[in-house]
């Protein structure tokens, strides 16, 4: 069998009994929504972090989210408290309405009125970094964190976050990345989990 000819077959294969057709890869793609093959909300992580943060997440988990979206369904059904801030009002309360979710509007003016409502909520076992700001979200997720915490930045491949990793890494921190496919989007990207010694994940 010609190349051409064995890559035509192994398209037609993969959508319909490969990875990409198992893990929902084609429905979410065509709906633009981060879904399972369940049509059930996902976060906008990679897939490899996605299935490792399911096998250890801890229903006693508190858990605080910068930015909200199919993220802050997934983790709000699987974790005692899950809080989440939001700038845009309008999809806070969508948000809002379809889980169980705390969603916690704030302002995008600024880096720090952006981060400045989480401030006082802390502990929190899980921070994720995945709205505006980010960078300024992870140095402020040191101080929201409780000694065992961790973050988790999605999107950790762009450059721009380069430096905020690299002050986390300065301050103790060690890093798990996951790179490989997404929910919607075409392209790989990487979901990092950043942590220290006796971490609520086990690492």
Same mark, same amino acid.
């Not at 250890?56 to 709000?76: K, N, P, Q």
């Not at 140095?139 to 930045?153: E, K, N, T």
């Not at 996951?178 to 929910?183: E, K, Y």
């Given at each position: ?5 064995? @890559? ?29 093959? #369940? ?20 229903? &006693?988990?508190?858990? $605080?989210? /910068?930015? &909200? ?11 005692? @408290?899950?809080?989440?801030?939001? #700038? ?22 600024? %880096? ?8 006082? $909520? ?12 980010? =960078? ?26 380069? %430096? ?13 990345? /996951? ?6 989007? @075409?392209?790989?990207?990487? =979901? =990092?989990? $950043? ?9």
């Amino acid at each position: 069998m010609m190349a051409w000819m064995r @890559k035509l077959l192994a398209r037609a294969e993969i959508t319909s009994s490969g990875y990409f057709d198992h893990i929902g890869w084609f429905e979410t793609r065509a709906r633009g929504r981060a879904l399972d093959r #369940h049509g059930e909300p996902i976060p906008w992580f990679t897939y490899p972090a996605i299935a490792y943060l399911d096998e250890r997440i801890d229903s &006693s988990w508190r858990v $605080l989210e /910068f930015g &909200s979206g199919m993220g802050t369904l997934w983790w709000s059904q699987r974790v005692e @408290k899950h809080i989440a801030l939001e #700038h845009d009002a309008a999809w806070a309360a969508l948000v809002a309405r379809s889980g169980n979710a705390r969603v916690v509007a704030t302002s995008d003016a600024d %880096a720090q009125s952006y981060i400045a409502p989480a401030l006082p $909520l802390g502990p929190f076992d899980v921070v994720i970094v995945d709205g505006l700001f980010r =960078t300024e979200c992870l140095a402020a997720s040191r101080d929201l964190l409780a000694a065992d915490g961790v973050i988790l930045l999605d999107d950790a491949q762009r450059h721009e976050y380069a %430096a905020g990793i690299e002050a986390l890494h300065a301050a103790g921190f060690r890093q798990i990345a /996951f790179h490989g496919p997404q929910p919607v989007s @075409k392209h790989a990207g990487c =979901t =990092t989990v $950043l942590y220290r010694s006796g971490n609520v994940l086990g690492i």
